[in-house]
Every structure is written in C-alpha cells, then in structure tokens.
C-alpha cells in the first residue's frame, strides 16, 4: 500500500444470490481527500461503504483502510472510522446531547474532549440539544448525525449519501462543511446521485451497476466528454425532445430543466439549420447555446458506450 494512500481496494466483488451488486472494482483514496462515489441508487455504493466500514465481507477482492484489512483487522478499524450510513440511524427518543455523549462514550471519550472539532456542525444545534432527535428537521438530522460520526476524532470518514432528502440549502451548507473537514486533515469518502455536487470533490468515481466508468478529477472527466453540447429551449418541452430525438444530425438528446442537452453526429451541423428544423415543426420561443459539458452529461455519455 502506497504511504500516501488512506483506502485501497483491490477487484472487490460481491453478490447478492445472483445479484451482482459490485463486479471487480478496484480504486484509491489518497490521504486528506474528498473522494466522491457518484450515481444512481443501486449503483452499487451502499454496499461498498458497508465492505469499507467492515459491515459486510467482500465474495472476493481486498479492502484495506489506513493499513488495515476491513476484514481481518476490522476491531481496529473501527476505532478510526467515521461512518454516516445513509438512512437516519441515531437513537430517536434521546435528545441532541444524549445522543453525542452516547457516541462519545462508545469510542471512551467526551464531547468536550474534542468538542474543537466539531464545534462548527454542533454549535448549529446546540440551541436545541434538549429536544429529541426524533423530532429534529431533516438538516439537523444530518448535523446531528455528522457531529456524532465525528466526536471521536476518526482518522476517515464515510459518508454514504449524506445529503439525500434535505433542502438545497441543507445541502450547500453540508458541503460547505466537508470542505472544513477536509482540510483539518480528515480523508472523507462520500456518496451521493446528486451529480451537481461532484464539483465538490477532488475527484469521483462515477459508478453504474456496480461497475466504476471512469475515476478522475471533476474537470478532467468534464474535459474528456469529447463532443460539442448544445443546450435547446422551446415552450413545449415535451415536444421538443421529441423532435429533436428526430433530428437528423440528433446523436443524444436529453431532459435537464427546461432545456434539452444535444449533442450532434455531424459537428458541421450550426445552430441555424436546428433552429430551422424546429421552426418548421411550429416550436416556439426556441433558444440554442452551446455549453460545457456537466458531470451528468459526462455520466449520461458513459452509460451510453457501455
């Protein structure tokens, strides 16, 4: 294992009766890294945070986390994990303190003890460390959550879709704070189907049926999409995928918002004749501008050569 490296998997594999949940993946996270696991759900990324955190035993493959093997050595490892499992999993009739001095207690030592650490996330619920966490909104939840994936001072911290079901302002916010964390020296692992928040992270695995596409810096997989991307608006939005998809230069054409995303089999085609075409077919207020590619375009062009 490279010195620098804080996680290494090696052809992991695992399967569910004949359910392929991940076939053969191998990747690493250097130490101090923000590294993203993005796609859909049943991509496959519950059940590789579950071999990273020891909670389930690969079919085959090896997994080691700061040096030690997720399965053999898994009493150590769990000293130095932090893991925040993707549904809310704290004790829901404890209050906000009892719930981090329980977590505090478990790894033998205080909130106040490292209290530093996560002053920034728990000062933002501390107001309300009398009320259940039950009871608690969705992004107090995740603080909450986050705070007590943190009081023990983990060398690693797992994130298995941390943002899923929380307001956008939630979201930015949570972002905001790996960001913090990252540069306190904590290796983060995080994932997310958010494909936006890719940019995020210093690099991602974009990951499919259990499968890794492709594993590279935002910017690079971005620059790698290889085909002019054209963004198309008209007031039926419904219709104009349609035709476009009819298109005769039409390559791919999908839904983001409320523009269509077209990429083209002819680069000589220009913007005129795809205004022409839609004219003819009676669209209108129709808007064409090309755009750099986004990290879903980028995914939505692997599925397709896979």
């Given at each position: 294992m490279s010195s620098n490296s804080s996680i290494q998997a090696g052809h992991i594999t695992k399967k569910y009766g004949e359910k392929v949940a991940l076939d053969?993946?191998?990747?690493?996270?250097?130490?101090?890294?923000?590294?993203?696991?993005?796609?859909?759900?049943?991509a496959g990324k519950t059940t590789l945070f579950r071999i990273?955190?020891?909670?389930?035993?690969?079919?085959?493959g090896s997994m080691t986390v700061e040096g030690l093997d997720s399965v053999t050595d898994y009493v150590k490892l769990r000293k130095i994990l932090g893991y925040m499992p993707g549904r809310f999993s704290l004790y829901q009739d404890l209050?906000?303190?009892?719930?981090?001095?329980?977590?505090?207690?478990?790894f033998k030592t205080t909130p106040e003890a490292?209290?530093?650490?996560?002053?920034?996330?728990?000062?933002?619920?501390e107001p309300f460390k009398k009320r259940k966490a039950g009871k608690l909104s969705g992004g107090m939840k995740q603080k909450l959550a986050l705070s007590c994936a943190l009081i023990h001072r983990p060398e690693v911290l797992i994130l298995d879709e941390p943002t899923t079901g929380v307001d956008a302002v939630s979201r930015?916010?949570?972002?905001?704070?790996?960001?913090?964390?990252r540069k306190s020296g904590i290796t983060i692992v995080?994932?997310?189907?958010?494909?936006?928040?890719a940019s995020r992270c210093d690099r991602v695995?974009?990951?499919?049926?259990?499968?890794?596409?492709?594993?590279?810096?935002?910017?690079?997989?971005?620059?790698?999409?290889?085909?002019?991307?054209w963004a198309v608006k008209a007031d039926d939005i419904y219709r104009l995928l349609v035709d476009l998809r009819h298109f005769k230069a039409c390559r791919t054409a999908f839904p983001f918002g409320e523009h269509i995303h077209l990429s083209l089999s002819d680069a000589?085609?220009?913007?005129?004749?795809?205004?022409?075409?839609?004219?003819?077919?009676?669209?209108?207020?129709?808007?064409?501008?090309?755009?750099?590619?986004?990290?879903?375009?980028?995914?939505?062009?692997?599925?397709?050569?896979?």
């Amino acid at each position: 294992m490279s010195s620098n490296s804080s996680i290494q998997a090696g052809h992991i594999t695992k399967k569910y009766g004949e359910k392929v949940a991940l076939d053969d993946i191998s990747f690493e996270v250097a130490k101090g890294e923000l590294f993203g696991f993005i796609g859909p759900d049943g991509a496959g990324k519950t059940t590789l945070f579950r071999i990273i955190t020891s909670l389930l035993i690969p079919d085959a493959g090896s997994m080691t986390v700061e040096g030690l093997d997720s399965v053999t050595d898994y009493v150590k490892l769990r000293k130095i994990l932090g893991y925040m499992p993707g549904r809310f999993s704290l004790y829901q009739d404890l209050t906000v303190e009892e719930n981090l001095r329980f977590f505090a207690g478990i790894f033998k030592t205080t909130p106040e003890a490292n209290y530093e650490l996560v002053k920034d996330i728990y000062s933002q619920i501390e107001p309300f460390k009398k009320r259940k966490a039950g009871k608690l909104s969705g992004g107090m939840k995740q603080k909450l959550a986050l705070s007590c994936a943190l009081i023990h001072r983990p060398e690693v911290l797992i994130l298995d879709e941390p943002t899923t079901g929380v307001d956008a302002v939630s979201r930015i916010e949570f972002w905001e704070m790996l960001d913090k964390l990252r540069k306190s020296g904590i290796t983060i692992v995080v994932s997310t189907p958010y494909m936006d928040e890719a940019s995020r992270c210093d690099r991602v695995a974009l990951i499919q049926n259990g499968k890794i596409m492709s594993i590279d810096t935002p910017g690079a997989i971005r620059n790698n999409y290889g085909q002019a991307l054209w963004a198309v608006k008209a007031d039926d939005i419904y219709r104009l995928l349609v035709d476009l998809r009819h298109f005769k230069a039409c390559r791919t054409a999908f839904p983001f918002g409320e523009h269509i995303h077209l990429s083209l089999s002819d680069a000589s085609v220009k913007p005129a004749e795809i205004a022409a075409y839609l004219k003819a077919a009676n669209h209108l207020n129709v808007e064409i501008t090309q755009i750099e590619p986004s990290i879903e375009d980028c995914f939505m062009e692997m599925m397709r050569a896979v």
